[in-house]
């Protein structure tokens, strides 16, 4: 089985653009988090879908979005970028809502000038 | 914002010898994992302990949960070049209405041949 998928793996945007990360959860995975991890520390917590619903939402701006599709797969949306949007977004798949191992993928690299 | 702290912060040791890491957190959990993660890539699961365990082991990983002091280890024994990497905990409070996992700073290992 194909692991988490995410594209595109290295993005490169100007301040003040919009960027659309997508993700493919593990077949059979219902629910699809994302992640943001700036250099030099551990991934923080922006959202969780599970069955096409929000479960969970972190500490971050409305510039922040995202959505799960009937086939599970998952957008994230980051609107009016800043700098400070430059980090490594993780999707993760997992099968139930909670408590079991996520299943991560290798990330898109996003870089804001 | 970050659960906790990993402990120490960066890890050098020889091929062949034992790698300790420490994880602390701040809140009631329902499990709490390790993570793997390899040149700022995606993130592999390597083990889960759940609330009401005290120890568990996976091949060379030997992890260690103590909830009274809101502290988990991690052990890595006979250590290869392979296991240079950066190692997370990430506590998980799906049983108490979060979605999600809350990762620590994260402890980078470094094997040297």
């Known amino acids: 089985d194909a692991g988490v998928t995410q594209s595109p793996t290295h993005l490169i945007k100007t301040r003040g653009q919009q960027v659309t990360l997508r993700c493919s959860p593990i077949s059979g995975h219902k629910s699809v988090s994302w992640y943001q991890q700036v250099l030099g520390q551990g991934p923080q917590f922006i959202f969780q879908?599970?069955?096409?619903?929000?479960?969970g939402r972190g500490n971050f701006p409305d510039r922040f979005s995202a959505r799960q599709f009937p086939n599970y797969s998952s957008e994230l949306n980051v609107n009016a970028l800043l700098l400070g949007d430059s980090a490594l977004y993780l999707c993760?798949?997992?099968?139930?809502?909670?408590?079991?191992?996520?299943?991560f993928g290798q990330g898109t690299r996003l870089t804001v000038v | 914002s970050q659960q906790g702290e990993e402990d120490p912060q960066a890890l050098s040791i020889q091929e062949g010898e034992n790698a300790t890491m420490n994880c602390s957190y701040k809140?009631?959990?329902?499990?709490l994992q390790w993570y793997r993660q390899n040149s700022g890539r995606g993130l592999v699961h390597l083990i889960l302990i759940r609330s009401n365990e005290r120890e568990k082991h996976s091949g060379r990983l030997r992890v260690t949960l103590d909830t009274s002091k809101k502290s988990s280890s991690l052990l890595i024994t006979a250590s290869r070049a392979a296991d240079t990497a950066s190692y997370f905990c990430a506590t998980d409070e799906s049983n108490f209405g979060n979605e999600k996992l809350t990762f620590g700073t994260g402890t980078r290992l470094t094997i040297i041949p």
């Open positions: 879908y599970y069955e096409k619903e929000e479960r």
């Open positions: 993760a798949s997992t099968r139930t809502r909670g408590g079991t191992e996520a299943f």
């Open positions: 809140t009631s959990i329902n499990n």
